[in-house]
């Protein structure tokens, strides 16, 4: 969920009042005109008798011009699929055989593209269905448990800049660098904990001068506690240049582990979801710190969290679902129970991400935690059941 786009995809950048999330929305309105030419000259009256005594025109004459008429234009075949073992059949499917992933972001304005981190290889990829895949940036990264390369967030200005910062492992830590092309991955922000896992965390641009970034507990629930350790934590970076940078600010501690962000782009409100040893949950970042809105007792594992359409969505690993909650306003506080809209269709899932048409994108994790078929791990464009009102 951010800012800027590669070239060949529409920008996505987030806006709200307040100084919050920022996005750019660009709608397309195509107009249909149908324009009636009137030709009008000389009235010759007796030409008019002459042919009103001839009697009405003659059958042959009608099938003389049926046959001067142009045959109809045959219909354009469809494009078939190209061969080979990475075409799922499945129409919503737009990537496929990928590594491990982790983040996910669109790649248009439709959700027919999609932009996908390959945790275990270190690469950004953009692909829609068929593809082909282009890879815009490739990182370094420790893979080993559950680090490696854990999300990404293009430049506000990345048309000009073509920046990208990445939240990734590497030997030592986990960190925040800066990617520019032909360049080596420069250090932004350094120090995070690294552990056998507990490593997942998450990233977005809340304006242009703004990066939060959320950390996991690295297996550390104390770390997490901890106000000097930057485990666990949402973050507001403001140095987004390389070198020594100032320690960022703690917006919120004692986050558990695969943190997800899920910004609104309706309400402004910061909603996240992690794991702790007792429960799954979701929670909002208030001006007075985490107020938990729901928890999942039973721990289904949510690895990503999305804001579309008035719902809050969540996606699970060990459970395979996605499940919503409705997102909670000054007229409608209260949060009704979970509902499943989709239930063992994929596999488990892992990051997602709405657009503003109410279409998610969500990415598997089979290679990982379940079981993959022959085309994972895949991304898939998906529109919630109950988000089929029309939004033009």
Request: proline content about 10%.
């Amino acid at each position: 969920m951010r800012k800027g786009w590669p070239t060949g995809m529409r920008g996505r950048k987030r806006s709200a009042s307040g100084g919050r999330t920022y996005r750019v929305r660009v709608g397309a309105v195509v107009a249909i005109l149908s324009v009636l030419t009137m030709i009008s000259g000389c009235a010759d009256f007796s030409a008019q008798d002459r042919e009103k005594d001839a009697g009405t025109f003659s059958a042959n004459n009608e099938s003389q011009q049926k046959k001067q008429a142009p045959p109809p234009t045959p219909a354009e075949p469809p494009i078939p699929p190209p061969p080979g073992p990475c075409v799922d059949p499945d129409p919503a499917v737009i990537a496929t055989c990928l590594a491990s992933t982790a983040g996910v972001m669109p790649g248009d304005d439709k959700g027919d593209a999609t932009v996908v981190a390959e945790r275990t290889t270190g690469k950004i990829i953009t692909t829609k269905r068929y593809g082909p895949q282009r890879v815009l940036a490739t990182v370094p990264v420790d893979a080993s448990g559950d680090g490696g390369l854990i999300d990404f967030a293009f430049s506000p200005t990345y048309a000009q800049d073509r920046l990208i910062y990445a939240l990734i492992t590497t030997a030592s830590d986990n960190r925040v660098v800066r990617i520019a092309p032909g360049d080596v991955p420069k250090p932004i922000l350094t120090g995070i904990p690294k552990g056998t896992n507990g490593n997942m965390g998450a990233m977005y641009f809340r304006n242009p001068a703004e990066l939060i970034v959320a950390t996991g507990d690295a297996g550390d629930p104390s770390a997490a506690a901890s106000p000097s350790s930057l485990a666990g934590k949402i973050l507001s970076v403001t140095a987004l240049g390389s070198g020594a940078n100032p320690r960022p600010r703690t917006l919120a501690s004692g986050l558990g582990s695969n943190v997800s962000l899920c910004p609104s782009t309706t309400s402004g409100s910061l909603y996240f979801a992690d794991q702790t040893a007792a429960e799954d949950r979701v929670q909002v970042l208030e001006s007075s710190g985490p107020k938990v809105l729901w928890t999942w007792p039973d721990r289904p594992q949510i690895a990503g969290c999305a804001v579309t359409s008035g719902a809050i969505f969540v996606s699970t690993t060990r459970t395979q679902h996605i499940e919503a909650i409705n997102e909670p306003t000054r007229q409608k506080p209260a949060i009704t129970p979970p509902v499943v809209v989709l239930e063992k269709r994929y596999g488990a899932l892992g990051r997602m991400v709405a657009l503003q048409n109410g279409i998610l994108q969500f990415a598997t994790v089979n290679k990982q935690y379940g079981k993959p078929v022959s085309t994972d791990d895949r991304v898939v464009k998906w529109l919630p059941p109950s988000s089929t009102e029309d939004r033009t």
